[in-house]
C-alpha cells in the first residue's frame, strides 16, 4: 500500500514539474510565473482543485513518443476567488511552449464543459506558441472544439481570458470570443501571425510588440480591456473583477457588504459642470462618487477615452456605468466609443447587470474618416445594444444631450427606465448656434440679430424643461442627490421584467 501512495506522490510530483527546472527558471527569469503559479495567486489559497494532471499527449509524429510530459502544457481545474466557483485553464510554457495538441485541447473542453454544467464563470490564462506543430490537423481540431464551447457559452457564463505570454495563431480566437480580454504590459502579446510572417508576405519590418503589445491592443485595437504591470498584479485585478460579475445569465448580481450610506449626498458634485458649456470636466469624478466606497472597475481605460465604461457598486450590487466624457473629444460619439460602450451594454444585459447612464454628448464626430469607417454600422451597434437592453436603465443628463447621441443614450424613448437630468443639462437637437445659423441662415451677416436669437434659444431650448414637459425626463434632480435617486431607482427596478418577441435571435449591424 505505502508503495503505491509513494508511487502516486512521484506521479503528480512529476507532473507539478512542468518541463523542468531550467524552463521554469527561464520563465522566471523573464518576468513570468509559471502555470500552477499563477493559479495559486488567482484561486482562494489551497482551493484549487487540479484535473487530469496525467492526461499526456498520443502522438507519435517527429519522435514525440519519447517526450512526453504530464499535463501536456496545460493546467486545468477549478477553485474558489472570494468564495465563489471559477474554473480555470492556465497554459504552461514549460511543457512545449503551452502548444495547444489534442490531448491538450480535451483537457481544455473538459472544463469548458464543467464550467457549464455548473454555471460558473471560466478564466483563461494564455502563454503559448499556437498550434501543436507535430500534431498538424489534430491541434486545429481540438481548437475547433474549444471555439464552438466559447460560443455556446457566450452569455450563459462570464468568459475572461488573460495573456501572459505569447497568444498566437490557434489562441487568438478563443479570447477573441470571451468577454474580457486583459494583458501583462511587455511579456505578453498577441497576433493573428507574427513578424515574421508579416515581413514575408507585406515586406513589413516590426517587433512583437508593436504588432500585438498591450500597448496596441489597449490603445489601438481595442481588443484588451485593461493591461497590468506583472503577473502578480493582473491576477489579483482578476479576483477584483470575479466580485463584480454574475456566476452566469440566471444568478443575478452578487452583493457585498457596503458601509457606504446609499442617501450620501456629495455637495461638490453641485459644482463639477462649468459654467462655460464649452468646458471640460472629469466625469469619473462623478462615477467615483456616485459609487460604493468610490471602488471602480474600468474596461478600457485607454480606449476610445471619450466614453467610460466599468463596473461600481451602489447599495453593494454590481452595476455597469456607461458615460460620455467631456474631457475627450468633448464627449463625441465615435466608432470606437460607439463599440466600446455596445459591447459593454450587451454584457451587462446579457448577465443582468443594470446600467446606469451619465450623459453628456455633443453629438457623433464628423467627417470622412468617421463616415467611411462606417460610424452609420457602429453608432447603430449602441443604440441597438440599448434598445435591446432589457436589464435596469437608470440615466442621467449632466449637461448635453445633443441630437441622434441624444436618443442613443438609453434615452427614455428606447428604453430608459428612470431618466433623470441635472438643472444644467441642455437637450437639444443640437447647439444653440448652430441651430440659429440654420432657421435664420438670413440673418448670418449681422452679428447682433444672431447673438440675440442664439440667446432666445439657449433660454427656451437648451435646458432640461423641455424635456422634463413632455414626460422624456422623470425629473430635474439636485446633482448632490445622484447617488440616492439612482439607489432608489435601481431598488424599484430590482424585479424588472420586460418580455421580447421570439426569435432566433436579433440581427445586430455588426
Ligand atoms: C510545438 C512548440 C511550439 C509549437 C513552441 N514550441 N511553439 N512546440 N508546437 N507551436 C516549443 C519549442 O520547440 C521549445 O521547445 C519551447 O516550446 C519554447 O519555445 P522557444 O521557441 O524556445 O521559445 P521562445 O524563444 O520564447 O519563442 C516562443 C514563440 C516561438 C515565439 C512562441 O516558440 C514560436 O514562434 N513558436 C511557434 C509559433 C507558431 O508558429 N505556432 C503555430 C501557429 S499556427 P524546447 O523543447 O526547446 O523547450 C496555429 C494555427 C491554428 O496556431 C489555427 C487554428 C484556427
Known amino acids: ?30 518576468g513570468k510565473l509559471t502555470a500552477r503559479e499563477r493559479l495559486e495567486l488567482l484561486m482562494d489559497k489551497g ?9 499526456e499527449h498520443r502522438s507519435a509524429e517527429f519522435g514525440m513518443e519519447k517526450s512526453r510530459i504530464p499535463g501536456d502544457g496545460v493546467v486545468t481545474g477549478w477553485g474558489t476567488v472570494n468564495g465563489r466557483t471559477v474554473f480555470a485553464f492556465a497554459k504552461d510554457f514549460t511543457v512545449f511552449g503551452g502548444s495547444l495538441s489534442e490531448a491538450h485541447a480535451q483537457k481544455i473542453f473538459k472544463i469548458q464543459d464543467m464550467a457549464m ?53 490557434g489562441d487568438v480566437y478563443s479570447p477573441a470570443m470571451t468577454d474580457f480580454v486583459f494583458m501583462v504590459r511587455d511579456t505578453s502579446y498577441m497576433f493573428v501571425t507574427g513578424p515574421d ?13 508593436e504588432l500585438g503589445g498591450a500597448s496596441v491592443h489597449t490603445t489601438k485595437s481595442g ?45 461638490s458634485l453641485d459644482t463639477l459642470v462649468p459654467d462655460n458649456p464649452n468646458k471640460p470636466y472629469d466625469i469619473k469624478e462623478l462615477v467615483l462618487k456616485v459609487v460604493d466606497e468610490g471602488d471602480f472597475f474600468e474596461l478600457q481605460e485607454a480606449f476610445a477615452k471619450n466614453i467610460v465604461t466599468g463596473f461600481g457598486r451602489i447599495a453593494g450590487q454590481s452595476v455597469g456605468f456607461v458615460a460620455n466624457q467631456p474631457m475627450v473629444l468633448a464627449g463625441v460619439l465615435d466608432i ?37 469607417g462606417a460610424l452609420i454600422a457602429h453608432g447603430a451597434k449602441l443604440l441597438f445594444a440599448y434598445s435591446q437592453a432589457t436589464v435596469p436603465l437608470v440615466t442621467v443628463i449632466t449637461r448635453k444631450a445633443f441630437g441622434g447621441a441624444y436618443d442613443v443614450m438609453a434615452s427614455k424613448h428606447i428604453g430608459g427606465d428612470v431618466n433623470y437630468a441635472w438643472p444644467t443639462a441642455q437637450i437639444a437637437v443640437m447647439g444653440a448656434k448652430d441651430a440659429v445659423e440654420i432657421i435664420f441662415r438670413a440673418d448670418i451677416g449681422d452679428a447682433k440679430k444672431i447673438a440675440t436669437r442664439t440667446k432666445e434659444h439657449e433660454d427656451r431650448f437648451l435646458s432640461p424643461f423641455v424635456a422634463a414637459e413632455r414626460g422624456y425626463i422623470d425629473d430635474v434632480i439636485m446633482p448632490r442627490a445622484t447617488r440616492a435617486r439612482i439607489a432608489k431607482a435601481l431598488a424599484m427596478l430590482r424585479g424588472k421584467r420586460v418580455e421580447m418577441p421570439e426569435r432566433k435571435h436579433d440581427n445586430l449591424p455588426l
Open 1 to 30: 500500500m505505502k508503495d503505491i501512495l509513494e508511487k502516486l506522490e512521484e506521479r503528480r510530483a512529476r507532473a507539478r514539474a512542468g518541463g523542468g527546472e531550467a524552463r521554469i527558471e527561464a520563465q522566471h527569469k523573464r
Open 47 to 55: 482551493s484549487f482543485e487540479e484535473f487530469d494532471m496525467f492526461v
Open 117 to 169: 454544467k455548473a454555471r460558473a464563470p471560466i478564466i483563461g490564462l494564455f502563454d503559448a506558441g499556437g498550434a501543436r506543430i507535430q500534431e498538424g490537423v489534430a491541434a486545429l481540431g481540438g481548437y475547433g472544439e474549444v471555439f464552438k464551447r466559447n460560443v455556446i457559452a457566450s452569455g450563459v457564463i462570464p468568459q475572461i481570458s488573460v495573456i501572459m505570454g505569447p497568444c498566437a495563431g
Open 197 to 209: 510572417v508579416v515581413k514575408t508576405v507585406t515586406n513589413e519590418v516590426v517587433t512583437a510588440e
Open 223 to 267: 481588443i484588451a480591456d485593461g493591461s497590468y504591470e506583472n503577473d502578480v498584479e493582473c491576477l489579483l485585478q482578476m479576483r477584483r473583477l470575479l466580485d463584480f460579475l454574475p456566476a452566469n445569465n440566471e444568478a443575478g448580481v452578487p452583493e457585498w457588504p457596503s458601509h457606504d450610506d446609499v442617501e450620501r449626498e456629495e455637495k
Open 336 to 372: 470606437d466609443a460607439s463599440r466600446k460602450a455596445a459591447r459593454f451594454v450587451r454584457f451587462c444585459n446579457a448577465f443582468g447587470i443594470p446600467i446606469v447612464t451619465f450623459v453628456d454628448v455633443p453629438g457623433f464626430l464628423p467627417g470622412t474618416n468617421q463616415e467611411y
